[in-house]
């Protein structure tokens, strides 16, 4: 009984990594790289840079291989600038309408960016972190042995996932998540799964539509 309800939650969690944009997103080779990432200066007065004086930077990088770039001046306006990246285990080029290319260095952890030694953090939706606890799954690929599942979101990136069945056992992931659009994605030892997310204030909805998967969470 135990095992087939471990078979079923394995299934529960494939069966979100199936349609194309899934796929797309599973196969990108630097998913640490995805989302948004920020840098705040220390001081009021800013960093200096070509005669302007900028208080905080977001880059934003998607798996099509787009960036959105924007720069926070003290004076409270914006400059943004967008276009395509390339990047390999060590350098990242940055291109835009124009002849001009910027190339530079950068070190890559799952929650922390670093670029020409400046580093910038991750940041995920405001109330996306915190404790779930599902009060709802249904599909057919669901055994009814299952009873509930929970999955703890750090801020930082890392989370925990737990099934329990109707015996009272349980079954734990562990690893590193990261988002684009309406995705979450969790790596852990032994695989990386793909899920639809809708998020409301104290509720956190996972979602296959091609399956009919879906598991609502309550916030803890």
């Known amino acids: 009984m135990y095992k087939s309800c471990m078979v079923a939650f394995i299934l529960f969690f494939s069966s979100f990594s199936v349609n194309s944009v899934a796929d797309d997103l599973t ?22 840079s070509e005669g302007e004086s ?6 934003k990088f998607k798996s099509s291989y787009n960036f959105v770039i924007r720069l926070l001046r003290v004076d409270g306006s914006v400059d943004e600038w967008a276009g395509k990246y390339d990047v390999d285990e060590t350098n990242i080029v940055f291109s835009s309408e124009g002849p001009l290319e910027q190339n530079h260095n950068y070190m890559l ?3 922390q960016f670093i670029l020409d030694g400046a580093r910038f953090t991750k940041l995920a939706p405001e109330n996306l972190p915190g404790e779930w606890r599902s009060s709802k799954i249904s599909g057919r690929d669901v055994a009814e042995g299952i009873s509930e599942l929970s999955i703890s979101l750090r801020p930082d990136f890392l989370f925990s996932a737990e099934v329990s069945n109707n015996e009272g056992k349980t079954k734990e992931h562990r690893g590193i998540y990261y988002l684009e659009d309406d995705h979450i994605v969790l790596i852990y030892e032994g695989g990386q799964q793909d899920s639809q997310f809708l998020l409301g204030a104290d ?8 399956f009919g998967m879906e598991a609502v969470m309550q916030r803890e």
Do not use: K
């Not at 900028?54 to 880059?59: E, T």
């Not at 509720?203 to 539509?209: A, D, E, F, I, M």
């Open 27 to 48: 196969e990108f080779d630097y998913p640490l790289l995805l989302g948004d990432w920020y840098w705040f200066s220390t001081t009021d007065d800013g960093i200096e």
């Open 109 to 111: 952890t799952y929650n």
């Open 203 to 210: 509720t956190l909805t996972l979602s296959n539509t091609q």
């Open 54 to 59: 900028y208080r905080a930077m977001n880059i």
